[in-house]
């Protein structure tokens, strides 16, 4: 439990961020902690697991593919604790794999729709996202990315690290300078937290006001997802939960202090309706918005329609 708790701790505290890369973690934990836990019967073992997965689920509530990765990680069907044990631990490395290579074909895939010449404008830090750009420049596409700074975090200061990394040139912008450069851009390339059935993408705050300004300036507004992001509780009718994080990452509490009638709200993401999406670039291919309910029921499976 003690791995689990650090695990869990280090997306709290976002020292593991980014959609992807929590589920990955999360999976992880639970293939570690399945083949530690010990259990003199199935309903013990059970019970740990169960504890286990709601732990890990509670860190961050947006992120969809934290609870994919937890319950397509963490199911069973065998009675005895050996069998389930391996089961859990093969489940989980599927996930994990599954992932990896998620990220390889999105790039490939997405890539196929970079221009040479293009201007891509990204927001926050998505490793998706990032993985189409950095593809279509190493297939020796002339690209360049303005990329946003992202208040509060600053995660675009992660992605313009990435890009220098790869050498590909790249201007960071502050967040409300999106739709002054729009004009510049050719595209624009997000990832995402959650994708609802109607196709709606949920990712970092700001994301809409990129595709509302993408939208007015007639740009391509593609957006980088895998399979599991997209989330099958809303079939259900049940909102994806916009997590609102602490004022002291927007302003120093002692400033609020002398400030009585002033609050701070500080949500981490933000809905883009489907209708500013013009794709999906998934690990099964490109989709329009539309498709999110076939993804959910052929890719994630009914059972997750109980979430
Ligand atoms: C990160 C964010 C990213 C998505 C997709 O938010 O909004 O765009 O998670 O990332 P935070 P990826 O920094 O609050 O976790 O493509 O890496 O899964």
């Known amino acids: ?28 934990a639970i293939r570690d902690y399945a083949a530690g836990l010990e259990a003199a019967s199935i309903e013990e073992f059970a019970a740990g697991i169960t504890e286990v997965s709601n732990y890990l689920i509670s860190t961050r509530p947006t992120a969809v593919s934290l609870p994919n990765a937890v ?17 859990v631990i093969n489940n989980a490395n599927l996930f994990i794999e599954r992932a990896d290579k998620a990220l390889g074909r999105i790039g490939k895939i997405g890539a196929g729709r970079v221009q040479d010449g293009d201007v891509i404008m990204t927001h926050c830090n998505s490793h998706a996202a990032l993985s189409i750009i950095t593809t279509a420049f190493e297939d020796g596409k002339n690209i360049s990315v303005i990329a946003t700074e992202s208040r509060p975090r600053r995660q675009g200061l992660l992605t313009v690290r990435h890009l220098n990394g790869f050498g590909i040139p790249t ?29 709606a993408l949920v990712n970092k ?9 993408a939208h007015e300036a007639r740009k391509s507004f593609m957006v980088a997802a895998e399979t599991f992001k997209f989330s099958p509780s809303t079939i259900l009718g049940i909102p994806i939960e916009i997590e609102e994080r602490s004022s002291e990452e927007v302003v120093d509490p002692s400033v609020l202090e002398e400030l009585p009638h002033v609050q701070v709200k500080n949500p981490a993401f933000d809905f883009t309706p489907s209708e500013y999406i013009d794709m999906i670039v998934t690990d099964i291919g490109i989709i329009p918005p539309a ?9 994630l499976g009914w059972e997750f329609g109980e979430i």
Do not use: C, F, P, W
Not at 171 to 181: G, N
Not at 184 to 192: E, F, M, P, Q, Y
């Open 291 to 299: 498709m999110a309910y076939t993804v959910i029921k052929e890719h």
């Open 205 to 213: 705050i700001g994301t809409s006001q990129l595709a509302l300004a």
């Open 171 to 199: 201007t960071l912008i502050v967040d409300s300078a999106v739709r002054y450069y729009m004009k510049d851009v050719d595209k624009v390339i997000v990832g995402a937290d959650a994708i609802a059935a109607n196709g």
């Open 1 to 28: 439990m003690k791995e689990v708790q650090e695990t869990a701790e280090k997306i709290r505290t976002m020292e593991i961020r980014g959609a992807g890369r929590i589920a990955k973690a999360a999976a992880e």
């Open 71 to 87: 319950k397509l990680s963490s199911r069973y069907s065998s009675d005895n604790v050996e069998n389930a044990r391996k089961e």
